[in-house]
């Protein structure tokens, strides 16, 4: 059981998952519990198939329970239709993943914009298009990666590319910012760069909400919470 | 905004998407270039058939043809719609040229200078002049001025009795105009019309059989023939109506075929009665006022032939026909027609190639991009966008494979008979040859609304291609997507 804050902006309560695998069934979570405060920076830390990237799939709505409640901000997520959630994802969440996950036709310029082009309809994005743009850049830029705007993912390093997909989360501000395995797949040198990324965003205010397997790496947020067998088991940090 | 921006970028990155844009350009194109040919041909038929006759046609189907059409004449002329209303004899018969050729061939009677006057308004009847070897064709040929009509009259630096020296009547016989295929007349392989020397020296031998209502068997009646001399030959282009046609004046075919006016004796009641039997004629051919109503006028033109028909010959079996000139033609143009909605409909067949080519590819493209579905959905894209994404790429291979097909028509279209004659020049292959076809030349040109038609069908095809693989794509749960490998 995690702690209980007094103004948890995203939290889950009974979460259970259950997935087939032909006849049987894996229950993959077993009714946990979990919140984040606003500017938080919590890390889930877990062994392989834990189900750590399944809980971080639920409180971003990429996934629906089979049981319990999550809500944002006070409202139920689970409530919500397909629409709204996508909305949620798109306005409120931000999301970075251990294999970076861009788009490879585009270049890093539009994949960091490709959040705000989701976001607003045509006419909207063509009147705001120049701020967008500023602001992407401005984002890439802090991220050491300005020069590369034209390039595409192919063309980039693994840490590149992650500091990429970290400047198309934050690309509509997002309340929370989910990480799933952000530095698995990189070398201890890069992975180090990228928490650094994470932690300034941290010191700046921003929620985040980080998946890892590795406990050194789970250290450097503020606070841990490890699950083991689909449950969580008491706060380490 | 993303959407296009995928759409666009699919549509040049992925090259395999390319196969299902050239296959709905290929079958774009294959469609219009079929339907322009066959279409072009059926309107150059139509209006070869539509030169060749007036704007409304009474008839009868019967070789004995029909009385009072002199009553009919007067009448029909003094409605103010119509322009010129003209007689017409059919029949069919044997043709012995010279002892040469001998052709069973159909025969017009007409008053060809009738036929060719042009009215107050410089408007002639119909067409028929423009299709007359020596009377028009060829003086515009040699660039010299066309008589203003066109006669049956003997050529006049012709002895025609040294070409029939025991024919004390020889410099009397009326003139014929044939067919230009019957006597030989061909066009070389550029299409041009090769004149048949000495043409004009021949006499023709028409031997007729006159049919009247009451006629059982053909050993009832005796064959009427006359003598004819050449004047000019008929070049329609269309060869089918060329190469078994003759033309004769009105006034001797009618008589040859007894359908003049008849007085004969009639015993009834044991007193002889002398009986008259109108002059007869198989069509009348009427040529309306320009802006006037053709049903209107087809109205009044059938009162007018009903009412004398009636008071002549009641009951009359088959009865007289008025009808728009096409209807009178419906059974060539209707074939014509029919080939052409068939060959659309076959070809629009194998168009549905391209409707499943393009589902296959962007099917593929789904299952290649699950993962990038699965980034869309992380970043907010709904399922409707996404599906908006493959709905759209489909239509791009649509709007782009549709444009491309409907540029790669027109080329073919437009280029047809010079890339024909360098197939013919190169590989030897002829496939329209103007000595055989109808036409000179393989019709060439596009019809805009037909192609705009074509280029929505082909949008449409391949934005229901697309319906499966975006349903696919929509329905896409984001894990599995962002999981898939």
Redesign the interface.
């Known amino acids: 059981m995690s702690n209980a804050l007094n103004n948890p902006i995203i939290q889950c309560h009974g979460l259970t998952r259950t997935f087939k695998m032909g006849d049987a069934e894996v229950h993959v979570l077993k009714g946990v519990d979990f919140e984040a405060a606003a500017g938080e920076f919590v890390a889930i830390e877990g062994r392989s198939g834990s189900g750590k990237s399944t809980l971080l799939?639920l409180l971003?709505v990429?996934?629906e329970p089979n049981d319990g409640r999550i809500s944002f901000d006070g409202r139920d997520l689970l409530k919500l239709s397909?629409?709204e959630r996508?909305?949620?994802?798109?306005?409120s969440f931000g999301?970075v993943?251990q294999f970076y996950?861009?788009?490879?036709?585009?270049n890093v310029l539009?994949n960091t914009l490709?959040?705000a082009?989701?976001?607003?309809?045509?006419g909207e994005?063509?009147k705001r298009k120049a701020e967008l743009r500023q602001q992407a850049v401005a984002s890439l830029d802090s991220l050491g990666m300005a020069h590369r705007l034209h390039h595409r993912p192919a063309q980039l390093s693994g840490g590149e590319r992650q500091r990429v997909a970290i400047a198309?989360a934050l690309m509509?501000r997002p309340r929370v910012l989910f990480a799933d395995e952000p530095t698995g797949n990189l070398d201890a040198e890069t992975g180090g760069q990228i928490m650094g990324v994470l932690e300034g965003l941290h010191r700046q205010g921003q929620t985040i909400i980080m998946v890892t397997h590795d406990r050194a790496i789970a250290k450097q947020a503020d606070r841990v919470v490890v699950l083991r067998n689909g449950a969580v088991e008491p706060e380490m940090v | 905004?993303?959407k296009?921006?995928?759409i666009f970028?699919?549509l040049r990155?992925r090259r395999i998407a390319w196969v299902s844009l050239i296959a709905v350009m290929l079958c774009t194109a294959m469609v219009l270039i079929v339907i322009s040919v066959m279409g072009g041909w059926l309107e150059m038929f139509k209006a070869k058939f539509r030169g060749m006759s007036g704007d409304i046609v009474v008839y009868r189907s019967s070789l004995s043809g029909f009385g009072g059409y002199e009553q009919m004449l007067e009448q029909i002329r003094a409605l103010p719609d119509v322009d010129a209303a003209l007689p017409l004899v059919r029949t069919f018969g044997l043709i012995n040229i010279d002892n040469q050729i001998i052709e069973g061939v159909q025969i017009t009677g007409l008053d060809v200078t009738a036929f060719t006057r042009p009215n107050k308004d410089g408007q002639r009847f119909n067409s028929f002049r423009e299709s007359l070897w020596r009377q028009y064709q060829k003086p515009v040929q040699d660039g010299q001025k066309p008589p203003a009509t066109a006669s049956f009259d003997l050529l006049p630096d012709i002895d025609y009795s040294a070409y029939r020296p025991n024919d004390p009547q020889a410099a009397n016989r009326p003139g014929i105009i044939v067919g230009g295929p019957l006597v030989g007349m061909k066009k070389d392989s550029s299409g041009h019309t090769v004149d048949v020397p000495g043409l004009y020296y021949h006499w023709a031998r028409l031997e007729v059989v006159p049919v009247s209502s009451d006629f059982r068997t053909l050993r009832d009646v005796t064959p009427s023939s006359n003598i004819y001399w050449i004047v000019d030959a008929s070049q329609t282009q269309l060869y089918q109506l060329d190469a078994n046609s003759v033309y004769v004046p009105f006034e001797v075919l009618q008589k040859d075929l007894q359908m003049t006016e008849q007085t004969y004796t009639e015993n009834i009641q044991g007193k002889d009665v002398q009986m008259t039997q109108p002059a007869r004629c198989s069509e009348i051919q009427i040529k309306i006022k320009p802006g006037a109503n053709r049903d209107k006028v087809i109205g009044d033109v059938g009162k007018i032939v009903y009412d004398i028909s009636d008071k002549l010959q009641p009951g009359l079996f088959p009865p007289v026909r008025v009808e728009p000139w096409e209807q009178q033609q419906a059974k060539f143009l209707g074939a014509v027609e029919h080939e052409k909605t068939l060959v659309t409909f076959l070809f629009g067949l194998i168009s549905i190639v391209a409707i499943f080519l393009v589902f296959c590819i962007l099917y593929m493209i789904v299952v290649e991009k699950t993962?990038?579905i699965?980034?869309?959905?992380?970043?907010?894209?709904?399922?409707?966008?996404v599906a908006g994404i493959f709905l759209g790429y489909g239509f791009a291979i649509g709007v782009v494979g549709g444009a491309a097909g409907l540029g790669l028509a027109w080329v073919i279209v437009h280029w047809i008979n010079q890339i024909h004659d360098t197939m013919a020049h190169v590989l030897g292959v002829k496939i329209w040859d103007p000595e055989t076809y109808a036409f000179d030349k393989i019709p060439n040109t596009v019809d805009p609304p037909t192609a705009a038609v074509i280029f929505g069908v082909a949008i449409l095809s391949a934005v229901l291609g697309a319906v499966v693989p975006a349903m696919r794509a929509a329905r896409l749960?984001?894990?599995e997507a962002?999981r898939f490998e």
């Open positions: 799939h971003g990429l996934d397909a629409t996508s909305k949620v994802r798109n306005e999301f993943f996950h861009l788009l490879p036709e585009l539009e490709v959040a082009m989701v976001r607003y309809s045509r994005y063509r198309r509509n | 905004m993303y296009s921006l995928l970028k699919y990155k993962r990038d699965g980034i869309l959905k992380s970043v907010g894209a709904t399922s409707q966008g749960n984001p894990v962002l």
